[in-house]
């Protein structure tokens, strides 16, 4: 501000100010600020060259007409280490981020309140902030849909709004799917047994995954006493888990599991046998992290920057986009599942 | 909503039912919105409580009320791929949003524009959705600071402001200091020569990590022909550049390395030359990822969640936290830096 500009020194530009500036009206500043998408691209860049110009920022009046079409949704972040699926949840909101379609949509992260499942959404909904909500990490008796529903909030979900068949409004990652075609894989290079290390029985996420192995065993015509063990969300029961399964597997035999956590459990236990992981005991995880790619392990892939893309649709235009969307996951393979170097 | 509220069945609640419900007055109920601070713990919950059951939402006027207090600020998250410390400025955006004072401060999260690095933080600004920015990821002439210096936008900084030395709002890791610590842990450790595989030269993040080993090498007397090398973020252009590094290590040597993927590739080359990390050839990495806990890696870990809590603090009361801060990173000591099992 001040001599390069034509106002006066020390005032704060306004709307007419940058009017002037760029050659165009008073009305087209406004678009420009709450309807780009009705401006032509030249004359929006120019206008907006001189917003930077002379250090225009809309003032309250302006805010306002923008909220009518700005709209902001919120997204719950939780505590990294209290999350069983962390990796993926910090790679969706990434990507809904990045894909946010930004002239009509924002994100904005809150934390949730940990005594209570609707109070996050409560107090940003009364902060006047957002317009409506993505939800993630859905789970069985989920308090937070019905809640959302009965407020009239719109909202989008990543995973399946499990107990509400009714709803459509969501996108999810075929993990069944996801499993069955790595127990085909593994069938596929050579191993003849296929377990499958899961989570203890009652996540809609995990038995999804489990039945995936299950429905595969049985359509390959595998051994069917082939085994199941389950194990927490912690590398050092995963370890014990696996051990106990390798107790229970024949030889040229491998483990799918239903995350990278777990499976790096059973790349442990394989070691401590004196075994070779893909060698001699083949072992699937399922995330594809950062942790598959430095440890060679072959794992399941979702496809989040899609999922974020998809929800963005059915949030800004429903009619359109009414979902719901299956996604099907793929592999990455590595040396893990691979009987030979 | 319906018998068993005190509405008009169908109608919309207001404010007036909602003090009604809860024997307040309507300015309390305004005070809950605004100014929950102001408001008795048991007087909050009471209307919160109505709040929810009415299925109360402010209309806008409450919502324009509500902005004067409910601040939100900008953080630019980049695409995964695109970055070259994500997993921090992942793990950074969850602690930011988790340690948000959710009662006054909420955190909209944004894309930058690809072509112009200030064009996301026009566009956001000029959205009205918020009222100033935290920063990350600062570099070399960073175009960023300058910008909203000149546009009067109230930011903080997570990492120093490099060219600005007299901006005192940030608030940063001590990597100097890390990396220095590192070598100190190896000699103690064992080892009698510390190599360094850093990024090319040039980064100011990069420089001053290597400036910690350098200076640690000079303090301890350690031999002055210690080696360097340099490597971008890949993970089998960092193998070959400790390759090379280790050509020029004697026995007994260690590298310590400016992030965990270039760990990483020191780990690969350790192993290509028939060595054991930890046993032959110590490594230490920086960041302490999940890949180094998985990998049995030794690592330098940043405290991210006081970083974000400290942010939070200079935004919202800058006279009482005027900053800077330079928070001290701590060892997470693993098998690749310990010379027994």
């Given at each position: 501000?001040?001599?390069?500009?034509?106002?006066?020194?020390?005032?704060?530009?306004?709307?007419?100010?940058?009017?002037?500036?760029?050659?165009?009206?008073?009305?087209?500043?406004?678009?420009?600020?709450?309807?780009?998408?009705?401006?032509?691209?030249?004359?929006?860049?120019?206008?907006?060259?001189?917003?930077?110009?002379?250090?225009?920022?809309?003032?309250?009046?302006?805010?306002?007409?923008?909220?009518?079409?700005?709209?902001?949704?919120?997204?719950?972040?939780?505590?990294?280490?209290?999350?069983?699926?962390?990796?993926?949840?910090?790679?969706?909101?990434?990507?809904?981020?990045?894909?946010?379609?930004?002239?009509?949509?924002?994100?904005?992260?809150?934390?949730?309140?940990?005594?209570?499942?609707?109070?996050?959404?409560?107090?940003?909904?009364?902060?006047?902030?957002?317009?409506?909500?993505?939800?993630?990490?859905?789970?069985?008796?989920?308090?937070?849909?019905?809640?959302?529903?009965?407020?009239?909030?719109?909202?989008?979900?990543?995973?399946?709004?499990?107990?509400?068949?009714?709803?459509?409004?969501?996108?999810?990652?075929?993990?069944?799917?996801?499993?069955?075609?790595?127990?085909?894989?593994?069938?596929?290079?050579?191993?003849?047994?296929?377990?499958?290390?899961?989570?203890?029985?009652?996540?809609?996420?995990?038995?999804?995954?489990?039945?995936?192995?299950?429905?595969?065993?049985?359509?390959?015509?595998?051994?069917?006493?082939?085994?199941?063990?389950?194990?927490?969300?912690?590398?050092?029961?995963?370890?014990?888990?696996a051990e106990?399964l390798l107790g229970?597997l024949?030889?040229?035999?491998?483990?799918?599991?239903?995350?990278?956590?777990?499976?790096?459990?059973?790349?442990?236990a394989?070691?401590?046998r004196?075994?070779?992981?893909?060698?001699?005991?083949?072992?699937?995880?399922?995330?594809?992290?950062?942790?598959?790619?430095?440890?060679?392990?072959?794992?399941?892939?979702?496809?989040?920057?899609?999922?974020?893309?998809?929800?963005?649709?059915?949030?800004?235009?429903?009619?359109?986009?009414?979902?719901?969307?299956?996604?099907?996951?793929?592999?990455?393979?590595?040396?893990?599942?691979?009987?030979?170097?």
């Amino acid at each position: 501000m001040g001599e390069e500009t034509t106002t006066v020194p020390g005032a704060r530009p306004t709307i007419v100010d940058v009017a002037s500036a760029a050659g165009v009206s008073r009305q087209t500043v406004s678009n420009v600020l709450n309807r780009p998408d009705r401006v032509a691209p030249d004359t929006l860049e120019r206008v907006q060259r001189e917003i930077d110009r002379l250090g225009f920022t809309p003032h309250v009046s302006a805010q306002q007409l923008r909220r009518k079409r700005a709209w902001a949704y919120g997204f719950e972040v939780n505590p990294s280490g209290h999350r069983r699926m962390g990796h993926i949840l910090d790679e969706f909101l990434v990507e809904l981020t990045v894909s946010a379609p930004s002239h009509t949509s924002h994100l904005l992260a809150f934390a949730p309140d940990p005594d209570d499942v609707v109070a996050g959404y409560r107090q940003t909904l009364a902060s006047g902030l957002v317009d409506g909500f993505v939800l993630a990490d859905t789970r069985q008796s989920d308090p937070r849909p019905p809640w959302l529903i009965e407020h009239e909030v719109p909202f989008v979900s990543f995973g399946r709004v499990w107990d509400l068949p009714e709803l459509t409004r969501w996108v999810d990652v075929d993990g069944h799917a996801g499993v069955r075609g790595a127990v085909h894989h593994l069938v596929d290079a050579g191993y003849r047994q296929v377990g499958f290390l899961g989570w203890p029985a009652g996540s809609p996420v995990g038995d999804d995954r489990r039945r995936g192995w299950s429905d595969a065993v049985a359509e390959l015509g595998l051994d069917a006493s082939a085994p199941a063990a389950a194990s927490v969300q912690d590398i050092d029961e995963a370890t014990d888990a696996a051990e106990q399964l390798l107790g229970r597997l024949g030889p040229d035999a491998a483990i799918v599991c239903a995350s990278d956590l777990l499976a790096l459990g059973a790349l442990r236990a394989v070691r401590n046998r004196g075994l070779r992981p893909g060698a001699d005991i083949g072992v699937v995880g399922f995330d594809d992290t950062d942790v598959a790619a430095a440890m060679g392990l072959t794992s399941v892939h979702q496809p989040v920057a899609e999922a974020a893309r998809i929800a963005w649709d059915m949030l800004v235009d429903p009619a359109r986009h009414p979902g719901p969307v299956l996604l099907e996951p793929t592999l990455t393979i590595r040396a893990s599942s691979l009987r030979e170097d």
